[in-house]
């Protein structure tokens, strides 16, 4: 049999070895799909204290539960090391590395490239690897390929196998998860793809085989650039509502009873998570080396990253409105996390407003029942939650509602609370007709 067949049959048996490079929010929920599909995983990560809590049986990510992580450890079927030389022993390995953006708007890539040149070392003949981690176009076959590859002697698509597939990992949902959310699978060769779904097949509802690696990387960051673009159409709809004196929840509302052609997004204070406010500025900065600039992108992201300092001029202004000032007032921000119901705290715009609150003077804290303290790393400033959320209500001069967590008594908020302003419409008919409380 051919090296694929090989390899092919090994992974049908699940008698290959899998390894996961990186253990987060992405690679964790991997591995855990593949052992409980059958396959024996060992995860590879750095960072030792994952490593120790996952070889005690214990999960750091809220989507995974420990009881999980826990069964399949005592079965042998999850290990975890902070040795890359185990790679040596692998047939089949997942890069699910993070992909962040520096701050001057160009990818960084030191993960991608740590995690390619350990791998480099321990690579042999009837290997599959798989990169999930969201990037630009054309990084599976210009940037792994070589090193991979060429070094040992290796021809892609016959001695070895190399594909793309893009990780669609949304923390704290529920409905579509790891295995039954359907897996893009692009391949540097048609036989690379061949193995590379043959894997994937074995633990995943779904695999969507697409032609080639680089139409793997495209679509995901169209995913996530449809996403950018409409919710920063509908901040900018806010601060037209505004202007006009319309309620912009009512217009959203009342445009989504349309059951065609029409999907409902909703402002907030501005973007964050792993995926949205970064992923379609990778593509914009491959454009650019292209000699094309990408409009859509670069206003959509203009428009967000400006929310924080509207949501900050619209809560000055509401408290000049009610004869108060924002210099030396005590603001709490409720909710910390980039979205409702996780401890994810990537991207939120919550450190901006909370940073731009800081520099206009007030007295900030913030609570969070996910996330009991916060760290903004280039201002240099460290926060705690505050302990008791209701105290701390009563003595704010205002209540800024960031992340609408479902754990809040918004009732109970509005009652005691001097002053609201509401950035999610976490409050939504309870403001209505109430002075206390101004929505975005």
């Not at 206003?299 to 900050?312: F, G, H, K, S």
């Amino acid at each position: 049999m051919t090296t694929k067949d090989t390899l092919i049959q090994k992974l049908q048996e699940k008698t290959a070895e899998i390894a996961i490079l990186g253990l987060g929010y992405v690679g964790l929920p991997l591995a855990v799909v593949f052992g409980e599909a059958g396959f024996k995983v060992t995860g590879v990560d750095p960072d030792a204290r994952k490593v120790d809590a996952l070889k005690k049986g214990v999960s750091y990510i809220p989507d995974v539960k420990t009881e999980a992580v826990t069964a399949l450890v005592k079965s042998g079927r999850l290990k975890a090391t902070t040795d890359f030389s185990v790679l040596k022993d692998m047939d089949a390995v997942s890069i699910c590395v993070p992909t962040p953006l520096r701050k001057t708007g160009d990818p960084d890539m030191s993960f991608i490239l740590s995690a390619t040149e350990e791998l480099a070392k321990y690579m042999h003949k009837g290997m599959v690897v798989v990169l999930e981690s969201t990037t630009y176009p054309g990084t599976t076959r210009e940037v792994l390929l070589p090193k991979l590859g060429a070094e040992h002697g290796l021809t892609v698509g016959e001695d070895w196998f190399l594909a793309f597939s893009p990780e669609r990992v949304d923390p704290g949902r529920e409905d579509y998860t790891t295995i039954n959310t359907p897996k893009v699978m692009g391949g540097i060769t048609e036989a690379c793809g061949d193995v590379a779904s043959a894997w994937y097949e074995g633990a995943i509802q779904i695999v969507h085989r697409v032609s080639s690696a680089e139409a793997a990387e495209m679509a995901k960051l169209l995913e996530n650039t449809f996403r950018m673009i409409n919710i920063g159409l509908v901040n900018e709809l806010a601060i037209m509502c505004e202007r006009l004196g319309v309620d912009v929840w009512e217009v959203i509302d009342a445009a989504a009873t349309k059951p065609f052609g029409f999907m409902k997004f909703t402002p907030g204070p501005g973007l964050g998570g792993h995926c949205i406010p970064i992923d379609p500025l990778y593509l914009s900065w491959k454009m650019k080396a292209l000699n094309y600039n990408a409009r859509f992108i670069g206003l959509a992201d203009e428009i967000n990253t400006n929310m924080p300092r509207y949501v900050v001029g619209r809560l000055l202004e509401a408290m000049n409105d009610r004869g108060q000032i924002l210099h030396g007032a005590r603001v709490l921000v409720l909710g910390a996390a980039y979205k409702p119901d996780i401890n994810d705290v990537r991207e939120s715009p919550a450190l901006d407003v909370i940073g731009l609150l800081k520099k206009k003077g007030a007295q900030v804290e913030y609570h969070d029942p996910y996330i009991p303290q916060i760290h903004h790393e280039y201002e240099g400033w460290k926060m705690d939650s505050v302990q008791d959320v209701m105290q701390a209500v009563r003595e704010a001069d205002a209540v800024v509602i960031v992340t609408n967590h479902k754990v809040y008594d918004y009732t109970a908020i509005i009652k005691e609370a001097k002053f609201v302003f509401d950035t999610r419409n976490a409050t939504g008919k309870l403001s209505k007709g109430n002075e206390k409380v101004v929505r975005l």
